[in-house]
């Protein structure tokens, strides 16, 4: 791995009628949209040239949706799913404390897998 690390945000969009009209519960209806933008992304990213190292990747202090290598750099991808409907933009989605408990993450996996280059 090359030493720099680096975090993509990334948004998946898409209608999700068809996803939704399976649940009732809100948190099932949530869980669902999670779910497909994340294996949306993950398949945009596959496609891309992008290794799968993690998914869901957990730890005490943060959590990264997934963990891929591409062209020698480890990088941490946190997916923000949004309809087509939704004006908010993913990174406005994402909050210092979010990215540095990310950044904190990203290097524990680093350190554990020594794909740190000194």
Known sequence: MKNAIFAL??????????????????????????????????????QQGAQLLERNYRIDYGEIDLLMEHEGDLVAIEVKTRDVLDLEQPEEAVRWSQLRRIVRAMTTYAMDEDLLVA
Not at 12 to 21: D, K, L, M, P
Not at 27 to 39: K, M, N, S, W
């Open 9 to 46: 945000l990334l948004c998946a969009c898409a209608s999700f009628a068809q996803v939704t009209a399976v649940f009732t519960d809100k948190t099932d209806i949530y869980f669902a949209r999670r779910l497909v933008g994340e294996r949306l992304a993950e398949e945009h990213l596959l």
